[in-house]
């Protein structure tokens, strides 16, 4: 990236975090999913941002997000925002009370891969992690990781934005996505706000987390279009408490 660039790129992502700021005023803060349950006033539909313990910006004040993610993008989904994190978070009772689906979230799926290669996990949870079907054998195998899995997405806190548009190639919950990760990622790129030497997704299998600094795949060695700030401000200023315009 040329110096013009990436001083566009820093200026980008200067004004992107102040309007990160901006929303965490209105809703009150960060929340952890280990606080949240269904009933707590969640828009039907919405952008969600994610931090983590340990990981800031180059200033070492400002918290960096590590995820972004949204739901319901094609014509026929109807997955809510809350179902979504809910699928993150992973199961609070039942059998296997604690764990949760990687094969239904790729965030928890990539959380579980750094943990395999970071804590020297058995060879079989290994496998059973990689198989793309589960059985009860398989599920009970691998529900050790997917305990510190949960466990571990639920401490990061989250910011989310309510998009109350329509499922479509056309939303703008994809467009502001597609962009807010364009805008974030390192992959291919001299890097601005790096992840720090023990952030847990260098240890991850997909070369693009660990090279983007983000637990994504899909966008990270796309550009971005500058013109999804202003969009990304028209949401964030009707955003309100607890969950946003809606």
């Known amino acids: 990236m040329s110096p013009s660039r990436d001083s ?52 070492g004040r400002q918290p960096r997000v590590v995820r972004v993610g949204t739901h319901a993008l094609s014509g026929s989904s109807r997955t809510t925002l809350w179902k979504r994190l809910a699928q993150h978070r992973g199961t609070l009772s039942g059998s296997r009370a604690g764990g949760g689906n990687h094969r239904g979230s790729v965030f928890r799926h990539h959380v579980g891969t750094a943990l395999l290669a970071r804590d020297g996990y058995p060879e079989d949870v290994r496998r059973a992690w990689a198989s793309p079907r589960a059985d009860g054998r398989i599920r009970d195998i691998e529900h050790p990781l997917e305990r510190a899995v949960s466990e571990h997405i639920r401490r990061m806190p989250f910011l989310w934005l309510a998009v109350p548009d329509a499922p479509g190639r056309d939303s703008h919950r994809g467009y502001l996505e597609a962009n807010v990760i364009g805008l ?3 992959y291919s790129r001299e890097p601005i706000d790096p992840p720090s030497a023990g952030w847990l997704g260098r240890w991850a299998e997909s070369p693009k987390v660990r090279e983007s600094g983000l637990w994504n795949v899909n966008h990270v060695d796309k550009g971005y279009d500058p013109a999804f700030l202003d969009m990304l401000e028209r949401y964030v200023l009707g955003a309100g408490h607890p969950g946003g315009a809606s």
């Open 184 to 186: 974030l990622s390192n």
């Open 8 to 59: 566009r790129r820093r200026e980008d992502l200067d004004r992107f975090y102040h309007l990160l700021d901006v929303l965490s005023q209105r809703l009150g803060g960060p929340r952890l999913l280990r606080d949240c349950g269904g009933r707590d006033g969640w828009p039907e539909r919405g952008v969600y941002f994610f931090f983590e313990d340990g990981e800031m910006r180059e200033d």
